[in-house]
């Protein structure tokens, strides 16, 4: 059994590297929910979901990366959270054509697992000012 910190860290490197689903599933149980009361992931309401919504934004933001400023495992509530910044560049299609402008984005991902996999997922983040940054907004 993986502890719940390595799974977290697996679980981000893929996400945030758009390896989507087919690679994040290994790392939640069947079905786990996501949330997030941002006006883009409105509609996303599973992992899955979310993984894949992760992938495609990759394509778009082609330099997209991320770096933690804090990760902390509770282990009396079987979960993680991971404060992290997320900074791409809009170079390939996307909502509109190119504008090459750049975001920086706070975000935290909180995660609660049962036993050693995720089986909820909310992601905290401003959308609104990203997609003002993006020239999207």
Not at 94 to 104: C, F, H, L, N, V
Request: some cysteine; overall charge negative.
């Amino acid at each position: 059994m993986m502890s719940i910190t390595k799974t977290a860290e697996e679980f981000l490197a893929a996400c945030e590297t758009g390896k989507g689903w087919s690679v994040c599933s290994a790392y939640c149980t069947p079905g786990a929910t996501f949330s997030a009361q941002a006006e883009p992931l409105a509609e996303v309401s599973t992992v899955e979901q979310y993984t894949n919504w992760m992938q495609g934004l990759l394509t778009v933001l082609t330099d997209g990366t991320y770096d933690v400023k804090s990760f902390a495992t509770d282990t009396e509530r079987n979960n993680v959270n991971i404060y992290a910044v997320f900074t791409g560049t809009h170079l390939a299609g996307g909502p509109i054509s190119p504008t090459g402008k750049t975001t920086k984005s706070d975000y935290v991902y909180f995660l609660q697992f049962d036993g050693d996999k995720i089986s909820h997922f909310t992601k905290i983040w401003n959308s609104g000012f990203a997609m003002k940054e993006l020239g999207w907004a």
